[in-house]
T-cell receptor
Framework: QKEVEQNSGPLSVPEGAIASLNCTYS??????FFWYRQYSGKSPELIMSIYSNGDKEDGRFTAQLNKASQYVSLLIRDSQPSDSATYLCAVSLFTGNQFYFGTGTSLTVIP | DTAVSQTPKYLVTQMGNDKSIKCEQNLGHDTMYWYKQDSKKFLKIMFSYNNKELIINETVPNRFSPKSPDKAHLNLHINSLELGDSAVYFC????????????FGSGTRLTVV
């Protein structure tokens, strides 16, 4: 059983702060890593993908991957109330193949 | 244009009934998926089709049967619905060999009463 674990939260941060979301995975063969954002009552939306160790930045979002420690994280800088959502970590053994999702971390950004 | 569309968006039905959910994608992807999301937001893979061929079939009751008439469509038929089938069902698509993750449909909220 492939496991992807996330802190379910809720995580609350003040507006303008950095939100840090973490995810660990059990299968060392995992190759592709994704972060999805899901607003209440909506479908998951892909916001970041990362495949190699290190950091990947896209606007206010930074994904960090450490394969040796088997964790992937998402940093959201200058958090906005519109960032309030559940963030799902997804891990895949092969690119484009079946994903294993974590249970998500609920983030609330307080104005 | 909606990339991955599912119908219906809401489905309320009685126990024991048979129902279908339809999914269509216009992204040109070669792989489609059905996921079930329970009340705790956990997304679990059910099925995956690549070019009309079943490639993932997780431990799902055989009351659930997927059908893919072509690579742009993947339908889900559920027989003899049970209370525990109540959940949100998401269709998704991707390129099997691509690096872009999934694109999800808007989901079908199934409520069995």
């Amino acid at each position: 059983q492939k496991e992807v674990e996330q802190n379910s939260g809720p995580l609350s941060v003040p507006e303008g702060a950095i939100a840090s979301l973490n995810c660990t995975y059990s299968d060392r063969g995992s190759q592709s890593f994704f972060w999805y954002r899901q607003y209440s009552g909506k479908s998951p939306e892909l916001i970041m993908s990362i495949y190699s160790n290190g950091d990947k930045e896209d606007g206010r979002f930074t994904a960090q991957l450490n394969k040796a420690s088997q964790y992937v994280s998402l940093l959201i800088r200058d958090s906005q109330p519109s960032d309030s959502a559940t963030y799902l970590c997804a891990v895949s053994l092969f690119t484009g193949n079946q994903f294993y999702f974590g249970t998500g971390t609920s983030l609330t950004v307080i104005p | 244009d909606t990339a991955v569309s599912q119908t219906p968006k809401y489905l309320v039905t009685q126990m024991g009934n048979d129902k279908s959910i339809k999914c269509e994608q216009n992204l040109g992807h070669d792989t489609m998926y059905w996921y079930k999301q329970d009340s705790k937001k956990f997304l679990k893979i059910m099925f995956s089709y690549n070019n009309k061929e079943l490639i993932i079939n997780e431990t799902v009751p055989n009351r659930f049967s997927p059908k893919s008439p072509d690579k742009a469509h993947l339908n889900l038929h559920i027989n003899s619905l049970e209370l525990g089938d109540s959940a949100v069902y998401f269709c998704a698509s991707s390129q099997l060999r691509g690096n872009y993750g999934y694109t999800f449909g808007s989901g079908t909220r199934l409520t069995v009463v």
